[in-house]
């Protein structure tokens, strides 16, 4: 027979509040798809570089503070950073709400990313998730991570792609967000633009970690993946290849990028 666990009895009314508050609980209950940002968080966390391990993480543009809670949770010190004042109540009560969490390894600071507040050489990996596109010069950003990042370290991106600002729900949402944030923007990430800019700025060249979208897979059955593996080369094959391969380079180019650029050492 299956047991259940008691439910979590929590200390405070502050507390209560927290696992309700979506702004704590996400990415679960979050608008946005969490397979995607599961997939994402996965990915972003597999292109961290082992350089430096006594310099902390940077989650740049961390928003609700998830990225920072996850890296907390794999035992990283992180630093979470973002222009909006909320972030520190967001990470209080992540915190508050989890007791895996050591308080002691997560550090905040707000400011605006063309001008950071930190020393020359802080960290040693910089995550930027879903941010990049709001910056107004790529330049002046990039010779920031440049500036921040410690020989050896790495900026590591998942941010939409060369198509982004052009699609109907991105007009749409840009629309709802200048009626309270007139200054919000919606950029294209187009790779080899910021693979110039990285190298301008000093980083090098961009690493491309292509993958397929996470909310639209592709699948096979079992007899269509063996042919699709081991059939004799044929123009049916071919074709089937072609297409997936075309498919892949589509969605890695206009629809999202990942991606990773290096200081070196």
Not at 150 to 158: D, E, K, L, M, T
Request: charged residues 25%.
């Amino acid at each position: 027979m299956i047991q259940w666990l008691e439910p979590r009895q929590f200390a405070t009314e502050a507390d209560r509040s927290a696992m309700a508050n979506p702004a704590v609980i996400e990415p679960f209950g979050a608008p946005r798809s969490l397979p995607r940002m599961l997939f994402d968080f996965a990915i972003l966390t597999a292109c961290i570089t082992p350089n430096h391990p006594d310099l902390p993480v940077l989650d740049f543009g961390a928003g609700s503070g998830w990225i920072t809670e996850f890296l907390g949770r794999m035992g990283k010190q992180v630093v979470a950073f973002d222009i909006h004042g909320d972030l520190e109540s967001c990470l209080r009560m992540r915190i508050a709400a989890d007791q895996r969490l050591a308080s002691h390894q997560i550090g905040f600071e707000h400011g605006d990313g063309h001008q950071m507040p930190f020393d020359d050489r802080s960290f040693s990996n910089l995550l930027c998730y879903d941010t990049l596109h709001h910056m107004h010069s790529y330049p002046k950003v990039f010779e920031e991570f440049f500036r921040i990042l410690a020989p050896g370290g790495r900026a590591i991106f998942v941010e939409p792609g060369a198509k982004h600002s052009k699609s109907a729900d991105t007009i749409a949402f840009l629309k709802q967000q200048k009626a309270h944030d007139p200054s919000w923007i919606e950029r294209d990430v187009v790779l080899e633009e910021i693979d110039e800019i990285a190298r301008q700025a000093g980083l090098t060249g961009l690493t491309v970690v292509p993958m397929p979208h996470p909310d639209r897979l592709v699948t096979f059955n079992i007899k269509a993946w063996g042919q699709f593996r081991n059939a004799l080369p044929s123009f049916s094959k071919t074709m089937a290849r072609k297409k997936f391969c075309d498919r892949l380079a589509n969605v890695n180019y206009n629809e999202r990028v990942i991606f990773y650029t290096d200081r070196q050492l």
